[in-house]
């Protein structure tokens, strides 16, 4: 069974642009949560989207954004870029709702903010 | 403001040895554990869990070992090699909970 994939890998975007994440979850797994790593805060939850609702949000800004297709693929957006936006963004899928199961995560996509 | 780097705890250990990597926990309500394993460049890797109605639990070359009185999670690793060398995650939830709490993480070298 095909892991967790994450579109692009890596993205390069200058401040005040938007940018547009693309996360595939394990075949059959509903849940899909988003988090981001950087050195100085380490693993930041953002989101997590079951059966294309947003069950939890975590404390991030509204320039934070996602949603979840009925195929259980899901986006997550990021209007007006900031430099502290770079990071190491996570997607971890789960069969069943966050806090219930096991997640496993992608191999992220790397956003570098110039 | 400044941001302060996360001190990331390091374990340096000489291949072959049994590594202990451990995790403090403060909700006494936490009931679902994982370890994760995350190399440079890649995404955390699921390596092994347990629940709260277990106290140990075993996979290939790795347990967890859980003591819910001094909430603490322990993950060995036995005859450490040099690809187990990364950073190692413990995360935790509650059975009414919505998200895992992720702790930050200790980063293990194994000496050849």
């Known amino acids: 069974k095909a892991g967790v994939t994450q579109t692009p890998r890596y993205l390069i975007k200058t401040r005040g642009q938007q940018v547009t994440l693309s996360c595939s979850p394990i075949s059959g797994h509903r849940s899909v949560s988003w988090y981001q790593q950087t050195p100085g805060q380490g693993l930041q939850f953002l989101f997590e989207?079951?059966?294309?609702?947003?069950?939890n949000k975590g404390n991030f800004p509204g320039r934070f954004s996602g949603r979840q297709f009925s195929n259980s693929r899901s986006e997550m957006n990021v209007s007006t870029l900031e430099l502290g936006d770079s990071a190491l963004y996570l997607c971890a899928s789960s069969f069943s709702p966050l806090g219930t199961d096991t997640q496993y995560f992608g191999p992220g996509t790397r956003l570098t903010v110039l | 403001g400044e941001s302060v780097g996360l001190h990331l705890p390091t374990l340096s250990v000489q291949e072959g040895d049994n590594s202990i990597i451990n995790c403090a926990y403060s909700?006494?309500?936490?009931?679902?554990f994982i370890w994760y394993k995350q190399e440079s460049g890649k995404g955390p890797q699921f390596i092994i869990d347990i629940r709260s109605n277990m106290d140990k639990r075993q996979g290939q070359r790795v347990t967890v070992l859980l003591n819910k009185t001094v909430k603490h999670l322990s993950l060995q690793i036995a005859a450490t090699q040099p690809g187990d060398s990364a950073v190692y995650f413990c995360?935790?939830?509650?059975?009414?909970?919505?998200?895992?709490?992720f702790g930050t993480g200790t980063s293990l070298t194994v000496i050849p």
């Open positions: 989207y079951f059966s294309e609702t947003q069950r």
């Open positions: 995360a935790e939830t509650t059975n009414t909970g919505n998200q895992f709490y």
């Open positions: 909700n006494s309500a936490s009931d679902y």
